[in-house]
């Protein structure tokens, strides 16, 4: 199995560290074989509204053409690709599905942060109602139907008890349906190594039993994340313990 990360942050997102070269030079030095650059996508508002925590859209260009620069420079020691983290924000799919087309964007994963659009504030990684929990899932099952993402960025992001019912049947849904319709859902190693709420064992244990497509992410936010094969390999350790099926690679705009 090859060792490939899809998904990396850069400093445009305002909570990423280091310069985009120093995160290929990190990687080639953990041994990565293809590294995807994947940082939050900028929406184009219909609003005011300014995010803190994604690219700002004036920025993108500028992304694209640094990684592509990466991409011929270090072309025989490593394959780079271009993506992006991307919510499914219903109002605002043209405009993505156009941008990624003009832009030729490689692939996207699916970053199911935010309800709606993060204009109305209701973060999904902070303690939900049963509805909420229920839209973060309706959400994912949108986001897989369009056919656009390449995989579930920590899936178990939705934070509710994992003991309860209404948890069980939802994320049982969610891994159903991802298996249904080969979806890969990521093992995330920033929230691992950070001991997060995610991922959680209660999550994997109903991804288990639906046997799911698995992928790490290491989720960099800072170089040096992607030289800590210590937290690699005990996540990969940890995902043998379960009826997963752990993958290395992903499909690609270019695919579909």
């Known amino acids: 199995m090859n060792k490939n990360n899809y998904h990396t942050h850069t400093s445009r997102c305002f909570h990423a560290i280091g310069q985009d070269e120093e995160y290929v030079q990190a990687a080639i030095q953990a041994g990565i074989q293809e590294l995807g650059f994947s940082d939050h996508t900028p929406w184009?508002?219909?609003?005011?509204?300014?995010?803190?925590?994604?690219?700002?859209?004036?920025?993108l260009d500028d992304y694209i053409?640094?990684?592509?620069?990466?991409?011929?420079?270090?072309?025989n020691q490593i394959s780079i690709k271009i993506g992006l983290e991307c919510e499914y924000f219903e109002r605002y799919m043209p405009w993505l599905e156009k941008m990624l087309k003009d832009k030729k964007i490689d692939y996207i994963i699916?970053?199911?942060?935010?309800?709606?659009?993060?204009?109305?504030?209701?973060?999904?990684?902070?303690?939900?109602?049963?509805?909420?929990?229920?839209?973060?899932?309706d959400h994912c099952i949108k986001a897989i139907d369009s056919g656009l993402?390449?995989?579930?960025?920590?899936?178990?992001?939705?934070?509710y008890d994992t003991k309860s019912e209404e948890y069980k049947k939802e994320m049982s849904r969610l891994c159903k349906y991802a298996k249904e319709h080969h979806m890969p859902l990521e093992f995330n190693l920033l929230g691992y190594k950070d001991h997060r709420h995610y991922p959680?064992?209660?999550?994997?244990?109903?991804?288990?039993?639906?046997q799911n497509d698995v992928i790490i992410g290491f989720d960099?936010?800072?170089?040096?994340?992607?030289?800590?094969?210590?937290?690699?390999?005990?996540?990969?350790?940890y995902l043998q313990t379960l009826d997963v099926h752990i993958i290395d690679t992903i499909s690609f705009l270019t695919d579909k």
């Open 65 to 75: 053409q640094s990684i592509r620069t990466l991409k011929e420079k270090y072309k």
């Open 44 to 59: 184009h508002y219909h609003s005011s509204f300014k995010a803190t925590m994604r690219m700002p859209e004036s920025q």
């Open 149 to 159: 993402y390449s995989y579930i960025a920590h899936p178990d992001l939705a934070h």
């Open 200 to 210: 959680h064992p209660d999550f994997w244990k109903i991804a288990s039993y639906y």
């Open 220 to 237: 960099a936010h800072h170089p040096d994340s992607l030289k800590d094969n210590k937290i690699y390999e005990k996540a990969y350790q």
């Open 110 to 137: 699916l970053g199911n942060h935010y309800q709606d659009t993060d204009e109305n504030h209701v973060y999904f990684g902070f303690p939900l109602s049963k509805d909420q929990l229920t839209s973060y899932v």
